[in-house]
């Protein structure tokens, strides 16, 4: 879905002048025809996650693309797991630990996985401050699964990233979807709750599953479904 200057700033509740900046300043991906810029929305909410840009409340409601409203963060969390433990030196094994330990359809190709998450990496880091990465391709994973999932890896040792902030990544949170517009909104959603003081204060102090989950739950009722 490509969309305007005008829909991006809506979105990203700025002002339009505000977007011209960022294309220039802050790499916002932007495609240029003629004299204007279009946007595509799934790089959009990338840029956005990555870099803490808060968007609107509008992003989590159904689109005409598909039915229902947008998954809640605890039940993905649910469904992905949550991991202690994980082992690894640097971005690429800690990438192919976390995809052996991603709930995936036996005949999925685990390999082909941990390519697109390293080719994405080569473009520029997923770490987005504070000790957490959000690894995922720059075409949103979309697997052959019944609900969207995020599996939530803490690592055994931090490992340096690449982060703008200099902290060295120890909590991993990888999202499959089986739809592009799933992808999007909950990737949307994670990252608005991961500016929740609470739940971010909860996830890097790597509490338990419980309090994890249930913190989760509070942000997602206070999130539009």
């Known amino acids: 879905m490509q969309l305007s200057v005008r829909e991006v700033a ?5 002002s339009e002048n505000t977007v011209y900046r960022w294309v220039d300043e802050r ?4 495609q240029q025809v003629d004299s204007q810029y279009f946007f595509n929305k799934a790089e959009l909410l990338e840029w956005a996650a990555l870099r803490k840009v808060d968007v609107a409340p509008e992003i989590f409601a159904a689109s005409p693309e598909g039915n229902g409203a947008t998954p809640t963060l605890s039940s993905a969390l649910e469904a992905g797991g949550i991991h202690y433990g ?3 030196s640097d971005r690429s094994s800690i990438l192919r630990a976390v995809v052996e330990l991603v709930q995936l359809p036996a005949d999925f190709d685990r390999e082909l996985l941990l390519e697109l998450l390293l080719v994405r990496e080569s473009h520029g880091t997923t770490a987005i401050g504070d000790g957490i990465a959000i690894p995922h391709p720059r075409t ?3 697997a052959p699964i019944d609900q969207p ?3 939530l890896c803490y690592l055994k040792q931090p490992v340096p990233y690449g982060a703008a902030d ?3 990544v120890h909590v991993v949170f990888t999202l499959l979807a089986p739809n592009v517009r ?3 909104q909950l990737l949307a959603r994670l990252a608005c709750t991961l500016r929740d003081e609470k ?5 890097i102090g790597e509490g338990r599953p419980d309090a994890i989950l249930a913190a989760a739950a509070a942000c997602d009722a206070g999130q539009p479904t």
């Open 27 to 30: 790499a916002l991906p932007a």
């Open 182 to 184: 799933t992808h999007l």
């Open 10 to 14: 809506r979105l990203l509740k700025v």
């Open 149 to 151: 999932s995020i599996t």
């Open 86 to 88: 994980v082992e690894g």
């Open 199 to 203: 739940f971010r204060r909860v996830v």
């Open 140 to 142: 949103p994973i979309v």
């Open 166 to 168: 200099g902290k060295p």
